[in-house]
């Protein structure tokens, strides 16, 4: 669940805003596509969600308990983002001197699961991402697609309200992609997420619910 | 923190550990060599200050007070010890005659110098039974049936080993003009394994060393419920000018404060250690932190918060502090077993000399030194764990490590110009603590100046690079240099880290060097001045023997001249170690040509009595040229006249030198102990075979003055032999940092490296940019390091020497060699950047462009 309205964002020194009024929502199960071209504030936005960068003005809810990012504190926004958020990143950005295990752990260790649960999630993820029997291999033996499969289960292993994906299939070639987006789909969908997609690419589009598209005057 | 936090963290020091083993390990080594040094000075001290108290007992008992003379000539009358003894407070007194013998065989021959070392005479005791039961047990000897005290005298096990003799033993004893043959009737059981001690009766030593009607100390044990220190108020106001009431633990106290000054400087020394470990933590970390910034941008993004991203790097250094203070402590306690097995409990200092002390650890000083171990480390992550904690999550995922941080909290990058009072009011305070005295007689302050000259030099690096660089930037530069230039313009942490490891180890180098030359070259002008005969006898602690004196007074003895002198001690303060009293041969009008002075020499009236003060006792009692000067001489209060104030490296608690003709006519007695001696013209060689043959026998020192300044200058050289293995190591640390800085620098920069590699830079141009930027920090980091060593050395020359051991000096800077070194590290740093480079062009272009990070 997220809810957007009033949002504006101004770079310092920037000549206009990056987007300024800008309101939409995405429901619990909702998986939204959001397209743009290159530099019209879709990562800007994206990290703003994320409370990576500060919003100048406007509210974005997030999670059951619709709690407010802009108005967090750094500290806070950290906990909303360990408990509610899972990324997927176009670089996987997996920790390479953790196992894959490991990796997949870390949401859940930041989140504060019970430990009891996390190797029953963690091979229930595994199996389900298709790397049933990789919890103790090393990143760096690892293929793209792998790589993708384990950030996808990070990114849900601790059961996150939304996930935002930053380009997920951009570094993978077209049938790689093609099996990494039907398995974050499939996945988000089964755990009733809600999602936002930062894409490029009108085939990945295509695949979600809904579109939105980002332009300098707003979303259209 | 979580427990589940608590994982998280170990799992990333574990990984951090396991990546970065040789970094990781060589922060941890330093850590502990610092520790080590600062445990071991500990430990070794305080096992020689125990085994000195044990010592001190064992000698003294436990008496509640001593009375004693102030000058070591003097006496106490045993008519004050009757009447001290008839106070109802006192329970008892004790008498004591100390003296020092030589002790000879029966046949009449000194004992083989391999049985008991020549010049080194034997502490002879003499005491009443009754009363050292009472107060010195420890001195009783064996009652094996009949008379305690026969006709003879107690020797320690030890010395009867030392002798290789058996009670029952004849021996002769000797001291000056007096010659007794006696046996050794007996043991002294309770004598300590190392004490080299003779013990007889009272009687009998007094009847042969005299005086007959005083006594050299009474020990005294008060009525139970007598506050010792108010009896001994109530009573020191009676005393005779010239006697004293000490409590048995001012003896201690005055054994420590010998060794204070020096224990310090080797703990600022082992502080210095610690100082570079703290410096290889945070090279470690800090290249650490940026080459996991975007792994920690993203465990950011995924929910750990900054404040714990702050303490995972305050974690991983404590990871490397904890291991290696805990090393330290081992290695440290394995050091001092080893020292003190080959050396004693003496530290090079000399105060501990002869003293064989027992290691033993104790929990608190244990505990305070991993303290500071874990402390040092501490230190070194906490500014890398506050450039992780305020990376731009966002940007550290896309692009890596910021190096110029954005404002937190208000903070804002300053301008050049608060950096400019930034560094000047650093400078003034610098300044400011080198003008401040000696604080409880040590130089705190100086160090302080010191450690604030780092800090300056430190924070005047980027500074130095902007205005240099910056004129550097606008000239024509080959690709490579430009390269090199402008990444140190746009990367100025990395460029200034690394410069500011060669800045302190530089300039703690460049101080050392600078301030041991002065001090060399002081000392070899000072022997000039003090050795002007080409021939010195000493005998150690006894007057010369008679038979000597009186041959070298005979027309026959081959010397145009000689000088004699005698030497004595003269208590000031029970707390300090008494002053030398040097009775000189001279003429008061030779005072100028006799003595280095450092001042004026004051024109003193004939009938006055002229002393001559050396700095050290300048400034430990506060004196001044011209000033009438109370001394405890023969017994009595003497007020005499400062004539001046000379030069003297070797008695660090003060001398004072006296005209042999006054001490003649106060009534003293001439006991001769050292000779300077000038051969006739051309009679040289047969002047060594005279003294040679008339010295036979006697164990006394013959030296010409070629060997006694080889001799000084040599323990001189070994004593500051534990500062130049400081200085390798502080260099060598520097150099590592430079080396993995830049490598970490280059690291970060792989990927604009390997685009440069694409634009058409071979490999030897990226190792020349490399290499030009490590020598361009380098030669930054020495000149500011050189900048601040002299500055520094000025410091220890003008400051911490003259307050801490009263040494003074001139300030000499050894061009020639901190030049060479220079140039030296240099070059070795430009050979550390090679490593970097190497890293740099070691993978494919290719490669690195379509990694994904």
């Known amino acids: 669940m997220l809810t957007i309205s009033h949002l504006s964002k101004r770079h310092p020194n920037a000549a ?10 995405v429901a619990a199960g909702e998986i939204v596509a959001l397209v743009g071209e290159s530099g019209v504030g879709k990562s800007t936005l994206l990290n703003c969600i994320a409370g990576l960068e500060p919003a100048d003005r406007g509210a974005i809810l997030i999670g059951r308990e619709a709690q407010d990012i802009v108005r967090l504190d750094e500290s806070a926004r950290a906990a909303l983002r360990a408990a509610s958020i899972g990324f997927v990143f176009q ?3 997996v920790l390479p001197t953790l196992t894959v295990a490991q990796n997949i752990a870390v949401p859940l260790l930041l989140s504060g699961v019970a430990p009891g649960e996390h190797q029953a999630r963690i091979e229930a993820l595994l199996a389900r991402v298709g790397l049933a029997g990789f919890a103790q291999r090393w990143p760096p033996s690892l293929s793209g697609g792998e790589l993708q499969r384990v950030a996808i289960a990070r990114a849900l292993v601790h059961r996150p309200a939304l996930i935002l994906a930053d380009e997920p299939t951009g570094n993978l070639d077209p049938r790689t992609a093609d099996e990494v987006l039907a398995l974050l789909l499939e996945r988000v969908r089964e755990e009733h997420a809600s999602a936002l997609i930062v894409t490029h690419s009108q085939h990945v589009a295509q695949r979600c619910d809904r579109i939105l598209t980002l332009t300098p005057e707003g979303l259209a | 923190m979580s427990r589940l936090r608590w994982q998280l963290a170990w799992w990333l020091i574990r990984a951090q550990f396991l990546t970065r083993r040789t970094a990781t390990a060589l922060a941890m080594l330093a850590i502990a060599l610092g520790v080590a040094l600062g445990y071991a000075i500990h430990l070794i001290n305080a096992a020689a200050l125990a085994d000195f108290s044990q010592a001190m007992k ?15 000539a003097a006496r106490v009358p045993l008519a004050l010890i009757n009447e001290i003894a008839r106070d109802p407070a006192v329970a008892i007194v004790a008498p004591v005659i100390e003296t020092r013998v030589r002790v000879d065989h029966a046949a009449g021959h000194t004992a083989d110098q391999a049985a008991i070392h020549p010049g080194a005479p034997v502490k002879l005791i003499g005491l009443d039974i009754f009363s050292a039961a009472a107060v010195m047990p420890g ?19 030890a010395l009867l080993a030392r002798l290789q003799l058996k009670v029952g033993a004849g021996v002769t004893l000797t001291r000056g003009a007096a010659r007794w043959r006696t046996r050794i009737v007996g043991e002294l059981p309770a004598a300590r394994p190392g004490d080299l001690l003779l013990v007889a009766d009272i009687a009998w030593v007094q009847a042969r060393f005299g005086p007959p009607d005083a006594v050299s100390e009474g020990r005294l044990r008060l009525m139970p419920g007598t506050r010792p220190a108010s009896w001994r108020e109530s009573w020191s106001g009676r005393l005779p000018a010239g006697l004293t009431l000490r409590a048995a633990a001012d003896d201690t106290q005055r054994v420590s404060n010998i060794s204070r000054a020096y224990r310090v400087n080797l703990n600022v020394l082992a502080l210095v250690a610690l100082l570079t470990g703290a410096f290889l933590v945070f090279a470690t970390q800090l290249t650490a932190v940026a080459q996991r910034s975007t792994q920690f941008a993203l465990l950011g993004v995924l929910g750990l918060s900054p404040r714990m991203r702050l303490l995972q790097v305050l974690f991983e250094g404590l990871a490397i502090g904890v291991p290696g203070a805990a090393l330290g402590l081992a290695l440290g306690y394995g050091l001092a077993l080893a020292f003190t097995r080959v050396m004693g409990g003496d530290l090079g200092g000399g105060f501990f000399s002869g003293s064989t002390p027992v290691i033993a650890a104790s929990l608190l000083p244990s505990l305070g030194f991993f303290a500071l171990g874990c402390a040092a480390s ?12 305020v990376q731009p999550l966002a940007q550290a995922l896309k692009t890596g490590f910021a190096q110029r941080p954005p404002a937190v909290h208000g903070l804002r990058q300053r301008p050049r110009r608060t950096l400019l009072i930034a560094i000047v009011l650093l400078a003034l305070a610098a300044l400011g603590l080198t003008r401040l005295p000696a604080l409880y007689e040590l130089p705190l302050a100086g160090y302080g100046a010191i450690a604030l000259v780092l800090v300056l030099g430190i924070a005047a690096a980027p500074l130095v690079t902007q205005i240099v660089f910056g004129a550097f930037a606008r000239r024509a530069l080959s690709a490579p240099q430009r390269v090199a230039v402008q990444n140190i313009v746009q990367a100025p942490l990395m460029a200034q880290v690394a410069a500011s490891g060669l800045i302190v180890s530089f300039a703690l180098t460049v101080s050392m060097v600078t301030m041991v030359s002065s001090f060399r070259l002081a ?43 005698a030497h004595g001690a003269l208590s000031l303060d029970p707390q300090r170690p008494a002053v030398v009293l040097l009775v000189r041969e001279m003429r008061r009008a030779d005072a100028a040509a006799r003595l280095p002075f450092s001042g004026p020499v004051v024109a003193v009236a004939a009938d006055r009595v002229v002393v001559w003060i050396s700095e050290a006792m300048q400034e430990l009692y506060r004196l001044a040229p011209g000033q009438t000067l109370r001394l405890p001489l023969l017994g009595r209060e003497v007020d005499t006249v400062i004539g001046g104030v000379w030069r003297d490296y070797s008695r660090q608690f003060g001398a004072v030198v006296i005209a042999a003709a006054d001490y003649l006519a106060l009534g003293g007695h001439f006991e001769v102990s050292d000779l300077a001696l000038w051969p006739r013209r051309g009679e040289e060689a047969a002047a060594k075979a005279w003294l040679a043959a008339h010295a036979a026998g006697y164990g006394l020192d013959i030296a010409e003055s070629s060997e006694i300044r080889a001799l000084s200058l040599s323990i001189f050289d070994k004593s500051f032999a534990v500062t130049y293995a400081l200085e390798a190591a502080a260099m060598l640390i520097g150099l590592f940092g430079l080396a993995v800085t830049l490598a970490a620098s280059v690291w970060l920069r792989a990927r604009e490296l390997a685009t440069l590699s694409a634009l058409g830079f071979d490999r030897a141009m990226l190792t020349r940019a490399v290499m030009f930027e490590g020598a361009l920090i380098a030669g930054i980091g020495l000149g500011i390091g050189l900048a601040c060593g002299i500055a520094i050395g000025a410091i220890l020359t003008h400051v911490v020497n003259p307050q801490a051991f009263h040494w003074r000096m001139e300030l000499t800077i050894p061009w020639l060699q901190v030049l060479l070194g220079a140039a ?24 690195v462009l379509a990694s994904a990070q």
């Open chain 2, 58 to 72: 064992s000698v003294q008992g436990e008496p509640d007070a001593v009375l004693a003379a102030k000058d070591n």
């Open chain 2, 824 to 847: 030296l590290t240099l070059a070795a740093g430009v050979i550390a950047s090679r490593f970097a480079a190497r890293l740099a062009t070691r993978l494919p272009a290719a490669q």
């Open chain 1, 16 to 25: 206009r805003a990056v987007f300024d009024e800008l309101a939409f929502a």
């Open chain 2, 523 to 565: 000392v070899d002008q000072w022997l000039d001045t003090v050795l002007p005969a080409p021939l010195y006898v000493r005998s150690k602690g006894m007057p010369l023997p008679q038979e000597l004196l009186a041959a070298l007074d005979q027309p026959a003895a081959p010397f145009a001249r000689i000088e004699r002198t």
């Open chain 2, 378 to 389: 501490l230190a070194g992550a906490l500014y890398p764990a506050w450039l992780n904690r």
């Open chain 1, 91 to 93: 670089a996987f950005h």
């Open chain 2, 139 to 157: 001195l009783l000897p064996r009652q094996d049936g009949g008379s305690i005290f026969e006709d003879g005298v107690h020797a320690s096990p």
